[in-house]
């Protein structure tokens, strides 16, 4: 056994369960927990104040986790290409342990590290990690369903491998020396408090009991507040909590699940966490969908991108309610439900024929649980550019799903306020309501309360005639060739 080893974290912020920590400690007797604050990550372009805040506090959180066992974080600001070899030189480690991620950035930075230090990548953002799910003939799935059941067929995780947490650490010497966690204030955790006990917490009361959550997930998750869902995003995107203790956690719950139906839940919230990896998969593959549509037919579709329709989707202020209402909880929160995230992209790409591109960015720039692979797939999926998308002509109907998923408008009259005194018949389509009652309700279209941006059936019928010519131009083109 060498003496010292660092355990690099970058978004594994926890000590159960967490095989890079666990491999350094095999390794090593020292073991030095480093994270750095890499510029790019945290002053680039477009960079989501709330979802650094939260790794800060998390980070923090991780620190007196460490400190009750004898060790720290030592938090340095810089580019890790320069001071992982630095502190590697310093400390006289001689090797370097971290969980592999697979963005496009991740890899060409561990690329750059490992050219200068021995670094040991060990597998755990997902299950089972993009080259370990493959086609017959060894090619990357680009289509959800046969992924997911290729997914399935791999030998699953159990309670015993789970890594428990360390009830001791090594100290790290006095002359490693750290900069201090920045502190952005101004951020209400109570929704999700930045922990990893939070997280864990939140696990277990989802999937515990006769009446867990999860049971009843497949009915619910739809619920435009979320109530419905595990909540979990942010703590799966800093790993806070590791994929495969939740896959654990739902596999037992799903052993006590009294009825068929209650299987049905968790075998629902599986698929979802089979989602996140299908994309994790698509993004390590195919890197240039971060910038492109996946479906190049796409390339020539004739976006108008007007900057004031846009603005007006970002403030919650379109003239339909249940987009508005969730606009404005993504920037009071910096979470929405699935369900509320596809109802606003479709909006933005369909109705508004903004390129996703553009609500990808402003979704970058809010959430709290903001994912490359995540983000980028579900605006593919949504706006049809994308591997295994809807098709462009799914076009959600915003009266449609708020009648839906929010019937008796609870959720649009929460978030916006304007609306707190119309009648459930109008709920979801105010401007419907004879001028007297919106002078009575206090709910004057154009006034109180934006009148709608545009009509959705004609914005849906413009956008399947657009369609529908970009399929004539791309036949013709490959006529000719
Ligand atoms: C336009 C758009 C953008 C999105 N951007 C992100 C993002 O930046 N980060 C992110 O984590 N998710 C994103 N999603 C996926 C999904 O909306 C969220 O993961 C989910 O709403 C989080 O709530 P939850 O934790 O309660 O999920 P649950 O329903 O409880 O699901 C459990 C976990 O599975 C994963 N998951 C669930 N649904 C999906 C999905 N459709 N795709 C990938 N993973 C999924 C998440 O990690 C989630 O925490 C996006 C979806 C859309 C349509």
Not at 225 to 238: A, C, E, Q, V
Not at 283 to 297: E, I, M, T
Not at 383 to 402: E, L, M
Request: glycine fraction near 6%; hydrophobic fraction near 40%.
């Amino acid at each position: 056994m060498s003496s010292v080893a660092l355990w690099w974290i970058r978004r594994d912020l926890r000590l159960t369960d967490n095989a890079a920590l666990a491999a350094a400690l095999r390794h090593a007797h020292q073991v030095i927990p480093v994270f750095i604050l890499d510029p790019i990550a945290h002053h680039g372009h477009s960079v989501s104040q709330r979802r650094l805040a939260f790794l800060y506090e998390a980070l923090r959180s991780l620190d007196r986790a460490l400190r009750k066992r004898g060790s720290r974080l030592v938090v340095r600001y810089g580019k890790p290409d320069d001071l992982i070899p630095a502190l590697v030189r310093e400390s006289g480690a001689t090797a370097v342990f971290a969980e592999e991620d697979y963005s496009p950035y991740a890899r060409q930075r561990d690329a750059r590290v490992a050219k200068h230090v021995p670094l040991h990548l060990t597998p755990g953002v997902v299950i089972h990690p993009p080259e370990t799910v493959r086609t017959a003939d060894d090619k990357p799935y680009t289509v959800f369903t046969p992924f997911a059941r290729a997914w399935r067929a791999l030998p699953s995780p159990s309670r015993s491998a789970l890594l428990p947490p360390p009830t001791h650490l090594p100290p790290v010497p006095d002359e490693i020396t750290g900069d201090p966690i920045p502190i952005i204030a101004g951020f209400d955790w109570s929704h999700f408090p930045p922990s990893e006990q939070a997280a864990q917490e939140r696990l277990e009361h989802f999937c515990h009991g006769d009446e867990a959550p999860i049971f009843r997930y497949h009915h619910e998750r739809n619920w435009l507040d979320g109530r419905g869902s595990s909540r979990l995003s942010p703590y799966f995107r800093f790993g806070l909590l590791s994929a495969r203790s939740a896959f654990v956690t739902a596999m037992e719950a799903r052993a006590k699940a009294k009825t068929e139906e209650a299987k049905q839940g968790v075998d629902a919230w599986i698929n979802e966490l089979i989602w996140r990896e299908f994309y994790v998969n698509i993004l390590a593959h195919f890197p240039h969908v971060v910038k492109q549509n996946f479906r190049q037919v796409y390339d020539n579709f004739p976006w108008e991108n007007d900057s004031t329709l846009f603005a007006a989707w970002r403030e919650g202020m379109t003239g339909y309610p249940v987009v508005d209402a969730a606009m404005r909880q993504l920037r009071e929160e910096g979470w929405i439900s699935n369900r509320a995230r596809m109802i606003v992209a479709s909006f933005l790409v369909k109705d508004l024929l903004v390129h996703w591109r553009w609500g990808e960015r402003w979704f970058w720039e809010q959430l709290i649980d903001g994912d490359p692979a995540a983000n980028n797939g579900g605006w593919q999926w949504t706006a049809g550019t994308g591997t295994d998308a809807a098709p462009f002509f799914r076009i959600f109907h915003p009266v449609k799903q708020g009648e839906q998923f929010d019937p008796g408008g609870r959720y649009v009259r929460r978030w916006v306020p304007a609306l707190a005194h119309v009648p459930d018949r109008f709920i979801h389509h105010p401007w419907d309501m004879p001028v007297d009652l919106q002078r009575k309700t206090g709910c004057r279209i154009g006034d109180t309360y934006p009148a709608p941006l545009v009509d959705h059936e004609q914005a849906r019928q413009r956008a399947l005639r657009l369609l529908q010519q970009l399929h004539r131009d791309k036949q013709k083109r490959d006529e000719e060739r």
